[in-house]
């Protein structure tokens, strides 16, 4: 895809203090973004006029949110998103062996009802991990909760929760708010639900597009959360997606996975994989079928990945304290396995991160981290560009201008991409600058 070369003014999305000023900024960058991506060419992009608050969610899907003060008075903090019938439903949960308790909880009720699943509700302000027992019975007791209200199993509810770890749930707010949401449900909107996901977020993320099918269109709808502790190992944050196409559960999980390894399993900002991290996406059925080994799926998989990406580099461009969205990309490797290897290992690197904040062309710190993450290269074919500007030839020649390498660092967005040789793998993994804010911000992130 396309990469970014656009403005995101992070200053200001950063200093956003109101909701409404986090969603006029936030909504900013989405455009932006989504002007620059290629999309794929079955896809109906999200039009740059639509603000996500109209017709927004799939036939069959609803959302609404609430505040509980779960954490915070006065702030929406639970939401509900709702399928008016049983729903196909695919998921995909951290592989942080220090798990919450509602991962756990969806895990179970996700393999007891793949193909009726009809409710997922999530908090902010609580993690609700490292809770243990009691942990757990509060899970179970929010998708007990939603159970009633909805008339529905509560094994047809998934619960996700965000926020705070080691804390218990202040159960008495979050049933009080279980009951509030079903009054709060609307097809038109995301906004609510995408803001009471938000935890450090500085602008909620959205994003919906049409993909042209044999039987029609279909549409995809998704929401995301994320801003610190992402290097994700299977997903992201959080981020809850929806369709009106009818495919089979098993099928919806495989392009859940496919499109999931080159979008949110893709990013890092701070190298912590969460105790929480859950990606969901349930299928109304509502829509054209998509059946396996098809153009139709082929085509729903590369509308997915798209969707899914969108949404991952919004959370990199929101990561805690960030200035700038990177994109490192890996060539030549002997397979994608060792590109990937050496991109994440230099999108992770704390040096790395440092000297893109100070814009500092220390192209030395990008070959010692990729020397390390495990790939097999000859270090004297390595090649480095920033976007098209040559940093590095083989056999360690570096005869660049500071200057212009400086400008291209300046610059909001931009590629740093490192041949290592001449094979055939390939890798992106997309990753932001490490300023003083990141410390300030989590140095007190209890209080």
Same mark, same amino acid.
């Given at each position: ?93 951290? !592989? ?7 991962v756990l909880l ?5 393999? !007891? ?11 902010? $302000? ?36 965000? $926020? ?8 008495? !707010? ?108 349930l299928a109304s ?113 570096a005869d660049f ?44 992130? !209890?209080?």
């Amino acid at each position: 895809m396309k990469q970014p070369d656009c403005r995101f003014n992070f200053i200001t999305i950063n200093q956003a203090n109101t909701a409404l000023e986090k969603f006029h900024k936030g909504l900013k960058v989405i455009r932006e973004l989504s002007a620059v991506t290629l999309w794929p060419a079955s896809v109906t992009p999200m039009s740059a006029e639509c603000d996500g608050t109209l017709d927004f969610w799939p036939a069959g899907f609803s959302a609404g949110a609430v505040s509980a003060a779960v954490k915070y008075a006065e702030r929406k903090d639970m939401m509900l998103l709702v399928s008016d019938r049983p729903s196909s439903a695919a998921a995909l949960f951290t !592989r942080n062996i220090c798990c919450a308790a509602p991962v756990l909880l969806s895990r179970d009720h996700l393999q !007891r009802s793949p193909a009726s699943i009809r409710a997922l509700v999530c908090n902010s $302000g609580n993690a609700n991990a490292a809770t243990g027992n009691k942990g757990m019975d509060d899970a179970l007791a929010m998708a007990e909760a939603v159970a009633r209200e909805l008339a529905i199993s509560p094994e047809e509810v998934l619960v996700a929760s965000t $926020g705070v770890i080691g804390q218990l749930l202040p159960m008495e !707010r979050v049933l009080g708010g279980i009951a509030a949401l079903p009054s709060s449900l609307q097809h038109e909107s995301a906004l609510d639900a995408a803001q009471a996901i938000m935890t450090t977020d500085t602008f909620p993320k959205f994003f919906s597009l049409d993909v042209e099918l044999s039987g029609g269109c279909v549409r995809l709808s998704g929401i995301a959360k994320g801003s610190g502790m992402i290097c994700p190992n299977m997903a992201t944050m959080l981020a809850i997606l929806a369709t009106d196409a009818l495919i089979a559960p098993d099928l919806l999980q495989k392009a859940l996975t496919l499109a999931n390894q080159k979008s949110f399993n893709a990013i890092t900002v701070d190298g912590d994989t969460s105790t929480n991290d859950m990606v969901s996406l349930l299928a109304s059925g509502t829509g054209p079928e998509i059946v396996a080994a098809s153009d139709d799926f082929a085509h729903f998989c590369e509308a997915l990945e798209a969707l899914m990406t969108l949404l991952a580099k919004l959370i990199v461009i929101d990561g805690e304290g960030a200035t700038k969205l990177v994109t490192i990309t890996v060539e030549g490797a002997a397979d994608d396995r060792d590109a990937e290897l050496a991109a994440r290992t230099i999108a992770q690197s704390s040096l790395v991160k440092t000297a893109i904040h100070g814009e500092d062309a220390n192209w030395g710190r990008i070959i010692a981290a990729a020397g390390r993450s495990g790939a097999t290269f000859n270090q004297e074919e390595l090649e480095l560009h920033f976007n098209d500007l040559s940093i590095l030839k083989p056999g360690f020649i570096a005869d660049f201008s500071e200057t212009a390498a400086s400008e291209i660092m300046a610059k909001d967005s931009y590629t740093i991409t490192l041949r290592l040789g001449r094979g055939p793998g390939r890798a992106t993994v997309w990753s932001c600058d490490l300023s003083k804010e990141y410390v300030d911000i989590n140095g007190s992130y !209890r209080s």
